[in-house]
């Protein structure tokens, strides 16, 4: 199916190492197998027991003819431990059937290990002869195998890592595949290890220049400011912008095939000033991007430059439509051009409407649906990307990365963030208002934008603005971010009245909530949840004004702007919580804020029926 150039990830012959190494290595097995599977299941204890086992051969040598369990032994062994857990016996059917069932999770079993510095992976063949090949005794256990991970795999050699959430990062290089801290004093830590392989903590940024270079033209013009001078801090205020990279891609290869990625516009937008009460409100308009005129054109610009660069002919995410369509825009003029082939794979669940499909379809993305958990938390395990993937190119169901494909999921990616950071970094140089409003699905522009708040701590005369996180109502990732785990309960809920349509943004799951959970934790971002009564009233608001004073804003894109005033007690707004600071004993009797405050609008992309549904409703 299409893979005859395709360089595959390779596995070398087994690793020479010591009995004690090979103990070591499997002694870490049963927890790294508690960290992939429910722990409660019969299938997994009954894993356990013989994990466990092949620990204690291995340490005790037995002769073959007694390594592990009889059948019936076997069984008696994972009836008792099913006992012990839960009180009751295992169904006898299940029961006599678990040993088939462990073969199968073995064969996709492959925990890694380091062994004198080599990145290796385990795995084991069993529990029965013929799941060893026909090799062995007739008894019931596991033999393991070691050998190297450290194949050829994906590398960008111009950009190097830190993590988000260690006090002190240090440097270190940027893997594509392994993306979450585990230093003692990261914050990270604090989630749950079952939970850590589908979050990321370790973000990319360039490799600093040993020389000196010349900026990359769209370094030049991140932003353009339609914003009075007076407005503005005067240029001779503000750090002299350095000759270090601040995009993650070397040569502009877009650029240099005649593309253009277009620029955001800030401005003033008096008529939000009147709906709110803020002195002074900003936009920060993103829909002037090309080719889909949303917040992911950026991104997708990055993605490719550096795709190209390291010769990737795959890239897949996880996508409610905006993101795989930006990809598969620039993807279609980049092949067109040059005769590659790079290809565009969009996994979609099943709450994707047909439009969104279709125009996903059409851009040139293949189209992978997943079946994904119900209510608000469509997790895609990150290995079962690469399995989706393995899956339309080879008909396996291998979840081994391939060195010409790149997962490129809101926050997986990490190149995102490096162009927020840049372009928020534009933006502060030269407007420092007040408090910063943000739309926040994955997180990717709200991480970006602290960053970028980052570079302002050193600066005397700077001025910090403070970031809010504009959320939908009730489906977000602000709970996750507060408890430090995924909200499980809130899995199946009632649909109510208060419910926002902002499909772009909706979802209790986030690669980056461990990052945003710190930005929450050190007091850098103040979330407001933004009901379908504010939004509708920002839209309305919207609807009466003269169409040359309107913003080209998709309903999602209205979570800046609902937020900026209250519904009602239950739903406090932006404008709510900056009286309160400015009049703490009675900031309702105050009729505005003197505050001056940045929207970001993310755009309008592609939109489904109830988006449809809603801007009809607003008369929009």
Known sequence: MGTANKQRVTIASPVEISGDDLIDAVTKAPGAYLDEHEADSLTTIAALVLLRKTESDLRESPP????????????????????????????????????????????????????????????????????RGGEGSDRYYLVPNVEPADEATLTFAHLVARCFCCPAPSVRVFDPNDRYCDERNCYGRHFAAAEQKNYVTILPEPRPSEGVRTPLPLETQLVRFAVPENELRPEVETDTPSHQPILPFEVDYLSDLGLSLGTPIIYE????????????????????????????????????????????????????????????????????????????????????????????????????????????????????????????????????????????????????????????????????????????????????????????EDSATARKPQLIAAVPYPENIKQACYEQKMPYDRRFRLVSEDDAVMPKLTGAYSPLIPCVSYLHKTGRVHFIEVSAAMQLAAAQWMAQLPHGLRINAEPSALAGFGALAGGDDRFPGLREYARDQEAPSDYRSLPSSSSTVLVVNTGFGVVGARDYTFLAKAGL
């Not at 029961?95 to 385990?122: D, T």
């Not at 927020?420 to 933006?427: L, Q």
Request: with cysteine.
């Open 64 to 131: 073959e003819s007694e390594r592990g369990f009889t059948r019936s032994d076997f069984l008696e062994k994972v009836k008792h431990a099913f006992l012990d857990k839960h009180g009751t016996e295992p169904n006898d059917e299940s029961l006599k059937s678990c040993g088939q069932a462990v073969a199968s999770q073995m064969a996709k079993f492959r925990p890694k290990v380091s062994i004198h510095g080599i990145h290796c992976q385990v795995w084991y063949s069993g529990p029965t002869k013929a799941h």
């Open 269 to 456: 937008a008096p008529q939000f000033e009147a709906f709110s009460g803020f002195r002074k409100v900003f936009v920060l308009d993103m829909s002037t991007y090309r080719p889909t005129g949303t917040l992911k054109d950026p991104k997708s610009w990055a993605v490719l430059n550096c795709a190209i660069q390291a010769g990737v002919n795959h890239l897949i995410a996880y996508t409610a439509g905006n993101a795989a369509l930006s990809l598969a825009k620039l993807a279609y003029e980049v092949n067109r051009m040059t005769g590659k082939r790079i290809t565009v794979y969009a996994l979609v669940g099943s709450d994707i409407s047909d439009n969104i499909r279709s125009v996903l379809s059409a851009s040139g993305c293949k189209i992978l649906p997943v079946a994904l958990p119900s209510g608000a938390l469509p997790i895609v395990d990150r290995s079962n990307i690469w399995s989706y993937l393995h899956c339309h190119l080879d008909g396996t169901s291998s979840d081994v990365p391939l060195s010409d494909a790149w997962n490129v999921t809101d926050g997986h990616d990490g190149v995102g963030i490096c162009m927020y950071r840049a372009i928020f970094g534009e933006v502060f140089r030269r407007l420092q208002p007040k408090f910063v409003v943000v739309p926040a699905g994955t997180g990717n522009l709200l991480v970006g934008a602290s960053l970028a708040l980052s570079n302002l």
